[in-house]
């Protein structure tokens, strides 16, 4: 008998209050990249298992 536990991953990230306009916009670019990275890996590991039925 095996054990699963289930993981969550969260995204942690810490800003200066006193960012520049375009140190906020670089900020924002980069952490919509990484949700979009994110969503991709979850689609593909749901495609994977529908595949496998």
Do not use: D, P, W
């Not at 670089?26 to 919509?32: A, C, I, K, R, T």
């Not at 593909?44 to 298992?49: P, V």
Request: glycine share 4%.
């Amino acid at each position: 008998m095996g054990i699963t536990q289930e993981v969550t991953t969260i995204h942690t990230a810490y800003r200066q209050s006193e960012m520049s306009e375009e140190e906020k916009e670089g900020f924002e670019h980069m952490f919509n990249m990484m949700m979009a990275a994110k969503q991709q890996i979850l689609l593909r590991k749901a495609f994977r298992h529908e595949l496998a039925r």
